[in-house]
């Protein structure tokens, strides 16, 4: 779970496509849901811009998918996702 807090490129998705152009690059990491924070997969470094969850299933080293519950629910401690500070909750 403390990868998934940090915003990180998504397996060795830089390869050529069939095109021979380069293939986008994804990252993964946390973000605010109604419920909680969740996994996310994002087009940018940041993490801001999120895209489809399903693009982690074609990218990630064994085709697992992230996980749909929240990684952590309101009310609970936040300090592992203190770069997310519009979800803190007392």
Same mark, same amino acid.
Do not use: W
């Given at each position: 779970?403390?990868?998934?807090?940090?915003?990180?490129?998504?397996?060795?998705?830089?390869?050529?496509?069939?095109?021979? #152009?380069?293939?986008?690059?994804?990252?993964?990491?946390?973000?605010?849901?109604?419920?909680?924070? =969740?996994?996310? !997969? +994002? *087009?940018?470094?940041?993490?801001?811009?999120?895209?489809?969850?399903?693009?982690? #299933?074609?990218?990630?080293?064994?085709?697992?998918?992230?996980?749909?519950?929240?990684?952590?629910? =309101?009310?609970? !401690? +936040? *300090?592992?996702?203190?770069?997310?500070?519009?979800?803190?909750?007392?």
């Amino acid at each position: 779970m403390n990868e998934l807090a940090e915003c990180r490129q998504l397996g060795n998705n830089k390869n050529n496509n069939n095109n021979g #152009e380069d293939a986008p690059v994804y990252y993964v990491g946390a973000y605010c849901g109604s419920r909680g924070v =969740y996994a996310g !997969v +994002f *087009s940018d470094a940041s993490c801001t811009k999120k895209v489809s969850s399903s693009i982690y #299933e074609t990218y990630s080293n064994d085709g697992a998918s992230l996980p749909k519950e929240a990684l952590v629910s =309101y009310g609970k !401690v +936040f *300090s592992l996702f203190s770069h997310l500070d519009t979800c803190l909750v007392d």
